[in-house]
T-cell receptor, first 112, second 113 residues
Framework: DGGITQSPKYLFRKEGQNVTLSCEQN?????MYWYRQDPGQGLRLIYY???????QKGDIAEGYSVSREKKESFPLTVTSAQKNPTAFYLC???????????FGQGTRLTVV | DQQVKQNSPSLSVQEGRISILNCDYT??????FLWYKKYPAEGPTFLIS?????DKNEDGRFTVFLNKSAKHLSLHIVPSQPGDSAVYFC????????????FGTGTRLKVLA
């Protein structure tokens, strides 16, 4: 099946710990994206990548890091510097200009 | 600064009637616009899109209208069905070497049977 897989679906983290969210796609898309959804705030862009080994900060990159070592994979690390990490995280991929992005099913991160 | 705005957080419509969801944007460089539908705890699914060179695009019950001079787009759903009840997000993108999508805050549509 072609698509985007995010894992895990639910994740709990203790304060002060880093945690990595996985995102894998087999759609052969060049571009990949990470968004965060909070109640009433829509989807806010954290990081995005147009090609392997290159990525750019989105609107709310502070406290997050990413890597793009393979075309298929774009993991997101939520670091201890992120002051309010509890949220629903969405990964997407797309072929680029003039086309839609496809989303994974999301990971709900809760800091306990 | 919110570049894409959906000013109506919620909308209720009777089954069979038309649903009209609105979206405004501020960046004149946006050249591609999309609508997504989202259920709780799931990823958004793509519905319909429109390029800035068009003013209308239709796909079955869904039609998107673009008014570039007003920087406004709308999604019409006719006829509305109970299964259409979800949160709808509009998104905009521009190509400037780094292609990205900016989303609005969403409108929760409830279709009443």
């Amino acid at each position: 099946d072609g698509g985007i897989t995010q894992s895990p679906k639910y994740l709990f983290r203790k304060e002060g710990q880093n945690v990595t969210l996985s995102c894998e796609q087999n759609l052969n898309h060049d571009a990949m994206y990470w968004y965060r959804q909070d109640p009433g705030q829509g989807l806010r862009l954290i990081y995005y990548s147009q090609i392997v080994n290159d990525f750019q900060k989105g609107d709310i990159a502070e406290g997050y890091s990413v890597s793009r070592e393979k075309k298929e994979s774009f993991p997101l690390t939520v670091t201890s510097a992120q002051k309010n990490p509890t949220a629903f995280y969405l990964c997407a991929s797309g072929p680029g200009q003039g086309a839609e992005a496809f989303f994974g099913q999301g990971t709900r991160l809760t800091v306990v | 600064d919110q570049q894409v705005k959906q000013n109506s957080p919620s909308l209720s419509v009777q089954e069979g009637r038309i649903s009209i969801l609105n979206c405004d944007y501020t960046n004149s460089m946006f050249d591609y616009f999309l609508w997504y539908k989202k259920y709780p705890a799931e990823g958004p699914t793509f519905l319909i899109s429109i390029s800035s060179i068009k003013d209308k695009n239709e796909d079955g019950r869904f039609t998107v209208f673009l008014n570039k001079s007003a920087k406004h787009l709308s999604l019409h759903i006719v006829p509305s069905q109970p299964g259409d009840s979800a949160v709808y997000f509009c998104a905009a993108s521009s190509y400037g070497g780094t292609y990205k999508y900016i989303f609005g805050t969403g409108t929760r549509l409830k279709v009443l049977a």
